[in-house]
Structure formats: C-alpha cells, structure tokens
Nanobody, 127 residues
Framework: EVQLVESRGGLVQAGGSLRLSCAAS????????IAWFRRAPGKEREGVAC???????YYADSVKGRFTISADNAKNTVYLQMNSLNPEDTAIYYC?????????????????????WGQGTQVTVSS
C-alpha cells in the first residue's frame, strides 16, 4: 500500500522559513514523482512544486525563488523548503505521487497527474 506522510506544518511569522517533508513508502518501483500542492482558505487546490524521479524540478510562479523542492532517495523523502513566507502562503499543504509525468512541465502541477495523496498539513503564516 502506497503511503505519503507529511511532516507537521506550523505557524511562522511573515518573512520566516519552514521545511516540510513527505515520507513515501509502498511503491513497487523506485521511479516515482512527487509534487506539493496547497489549498488556501476559500480557494482551489493548486500545485506548488514537483520533482521527477530524475530530479527535474518545476515550480509555480507564485513560489519560484522562494520555495525549493528536493529529494533524499536513500530516505524515500521529499522536502519542501519554504523561505520568505507571507500570509498568502497560508494553506493546507499536501504531497502527492505519480508513476509518470507529462512532458509539458506546467501540466506537472495538475491534480489529475497524481494518484496518491498525503493527508495534508497546515501551514499558517502570520503578518
């Protein structure tokens, strides 16, 4: 059974940093791709960042330059380092996994690409 477990989020002041982790287990193949999504209050869930099994990354414009996605393959864990946080980053953050990715990079942040989802973790940024 595939499982994705996000680390606990938290409360951080604007301008601060936070790192989320996503521990993956149960994959029958070592080739899987991970993305982070978020759902802000009153908004649709949106893709934030993704990393392919080859290590290729892609970011939403809203977080580019502030967030970094990385993977520790030995630990089957993907991280999302979030810097320069602002109140608009307040959301429930989810990690998601897929066995394949579209070649068109922007499509890699679409929900339909991903088959497995974590339970979500709350990140709150205070002003």
């Amino acid at each position: 059974e595939v499982q994705l477990v996000e680390s606990r989020g938290g409360l951080v002041q604007a301008g601060g940093s936070l790192r989320l982790s996503c521990a993956a287990s149960g994959f029958t193949s070592e080739y899987y791709n991970i993305a982070w999504f978020r759902r802000a209050p009153g908004k649709e869930r949106e893709g934030v960042a993704c990393i392919s099994s080859e290590g290729n990354t892609y970011y939403a414009d809203s977080v580019k330059g502030r967030f970094t996605i990385s993977a520790d393959n030995a630990k089957n864990t993907v991280y999302l380092q979030m810097n320069s946080l602002n109140p608009e980053d307040t959301a429930i953050y989810y990690c998601a996994a897929s066995g394949g990715l579209p070649t068109y990079f922007p499509a890699r942040l679409r929900e339909w690409v991903y088959d497995y989802w974590g339970q979500g973790t709350q990140v709150t940024v205070s002003s």
